[in-house]
């Protein structure tokens, strides 16, 4: 069995594949389509993206498909960058480029100030034209130095106080235990029964 997730980001990609080989089922994305299928993503909010995401993507491909919008929310500057943390430092989407940008932002701001969180809404659409979305959070601080190679984005400056580690030093195993996706896919739990139906 087989699961579609409209994504192009390989490190989510990577933590799907985590994530759902532990239920025995294939993940398949947009790097698996030969043609290149262009989203809109001009919602407000992230559920509203990951909405766009996997309606678009399902209505083409006639499955049922799930989408990840996630982001990282910063208290010093009023949630920002938000809805859009992929482009913060502009469209050309390089996670280094973001994060030099993000502690430039918070250059001068003391820890106890650095309060953050990463969010993720999910978007699951089903063929008979059914949405339904979910929202993950974990909280952390951002860090006045970059550190660990693991994950992707903005890991490297989220330090999670409980752990005493940066998000960067986890394992994918590690990370899909606590992190905003991996809360947002708990609570899709009661959806994945209804998925497999679908997808025989
Ligand atoms: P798709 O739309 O193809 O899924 P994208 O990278 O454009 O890929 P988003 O618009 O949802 O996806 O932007 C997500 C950005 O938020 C991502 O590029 C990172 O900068 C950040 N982000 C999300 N989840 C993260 C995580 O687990 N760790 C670090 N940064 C994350």
Known sequence: KEIFIATRNKGKIAE????????????KSLLDLPEEIDVVEDGNTFEDNAMKKAETIGKRIGKAVLADDSGLEVDALNGKPGIFSARYAGEAKSDEANNKKLLTELSGVPDKDRTARFVCALAIYFPTGKVKTVRGTCDGIISQTL???HGFGYDPLFYLPQLDKM???LTKEEKNKLSHRANALV??????????????
């Open 147 to 149: 550190e660990g190679d």
């Open 167 to 169: 998000m960067a030093e």
């Open 16 to 27: 799907f594949k985590a994530f759902f080989q532990q239920k025995g089922l294939t993940v």
């Open 187 to 200: 609570k899709l739990a009661d959806y994945w029964e209804e998925w497999s139906k679908e997808n025989i």
